[in-house]
């Protein structure tokens, strides 16, 4: 593991062969950052610069003269990470947001954290002291990676310029694969100014061993699930944030219909199904509709798609649907069963694959 500080979703990370034709050229790491950014379509980014990030923002400017980037500076880095988030929201693209060391990066925190939270995928790039300045509790010094541990999906500090394309590659292969999250690479000053041949590396070539986000459901898990429903005499579909994740809106509308099941939604949920749609009967839980959370009391068969029985819908858990039977999908493993065991665990994606 040369060229990684830590790895949380691997220790090993598999090399990549890049598919790009161009022979090297003598660039900063700044530079290869910029255009590795450019590759992977990033055409928006938020951020607040400062001294550790300078370097990177010589390029942002030239990038942006290029007509390659547009820059957005916001009032506080703060701004920066949920302004990322959103735009990643609205658009289904990762959100990228930009910050010096110190206290530019500690601002982003709570940003990152509702990215984690709310399943949003993010690359957050943060500057830092020189290399070696790290440890010694240098001019706003702070360790980011550290700090952020608890509420990314996956970090980087970029040791070694020549590594940066490699890392923004698996950043965003990261942040948009499985269940999307917030991924920190951390750029000390001198990375950024460090000449080196750069070698592009195209999206979609990242590939790391260790990280195989499940995407396709087990044939066999479906098919009992679908003779459940078949079973059932009330059922209950209970939408989260996952179905707008995945964009799983047709395939919920196509589910509900065809068995005529009745469809409740979380916060995180609504807009993955038609309020107005005959089947709704609104946002369940502390803040929802009296109908939604007498369906749920009321129904034998309950369908989670995409929701992790958070506290603010089930109250008191072992009183949440306590006659139902439950199928749980979601795309991350870890969330199936966390707060409620259900009758079929059913992992991947609620697409069509």
């Known amino acids: 593991m040369s060229k990684l500080t830590v790895d949380k979703a691997t220790e090993n990370a598999t090399p990549v062969t890049t598919t790009s034709k161009m022979a090297p050229t003598r660039q900063t790491g700044a530079f290869a950052l910029m255009d590795s950014l450019k590759r992977h379509g990033v055409r928006h980014i938020f951020g607040y610069p400062g001294g550790a990030i300078l370097p990177i923002y010589d390029e942002v400017y030239r990038a942006e ?28 693209k990762v959100g990228v947001c930009f910050a010096t060391s110190g206290p530019g990066a500690t601002n982003l925190v709570t940003g990152i954290a509702t990215a984690h939270m709310d399943s949003i995928p993010m690359v957050v790039v943060t500057g830092q002291v020189p ?3 790290i440890g010694s509790d240098a ?17 980087y500090v ?8 490699q890392i923004v590659a698996e950043a965003f292969h990261i942040a948009s694969t499985g269940r999307p999250g917030p991924v920190l690479i951390d750029v000390p000053k001198d990375v950024g100014l460090e000449e080196f041949d750069y070698v592009p590396v195209e999206p979609g070539t990242a590939r790391l061993s260790g990280y195989r986000p499940t995407v396709k459901g087990n044939p066999r898990q ?19 944030g996952g179905a707008i994740s995945a964009g799983a809106h047709a395939e919920v509308l196509e589910l509900a219909e065809h068995f005529q099941i009745p469809v409740t939604t979380t916060l995180m949920g609504k807009g993955a199904f038609d309020e107005n749609h005959p089947l709704s009967v609104g946002m369940l839980g502390m803040h929802g509709t ?7 009391s009321e129904c034998d068969l309950l369908i989670a798609v995409g929701a992790r029985f958070d506290d603010r819908v089930t109250g008191k858990l072992d009183e949440f649907a306590s006659h139902a039977k439950v199928i749980h999908i979601d795309i991350d493993p870890a969330e199936v069963g966390k707060n409620r065991p259900p009758k079929y665990p059913l992992w991947g994606t609620c697409v069509r694959c």
């Open 65 to 92: 003269a290029r007509g390659d980037v547009q820059h957005i500076l916001v009032r506080h880095e703060q701004g920066a990470s949920h302004a990322a988030d959103g735009y990643a929201r609205a658009t289904g």
């Open 290 to 296: 009296a109908y939604a959370n007498f369906a749920v």
């Open 222 to 240: 479906i098919n009992q699930a679908l003779n459940l429903i078949g079973q059932a005499n009330c059922p209950l579909l209970y939408v989260g």
């Open 158 to 165: 970029v040791r070694h310029a020549k590594d940066m394309a």
């Open 131 to 133: 290399r070696p300045a």
């Open 139 to 155: 001019f706003q010094e702070t360790d980011i990676y550290g700090i952020t541990l608890p509420v990314v999906k996956h970090s």
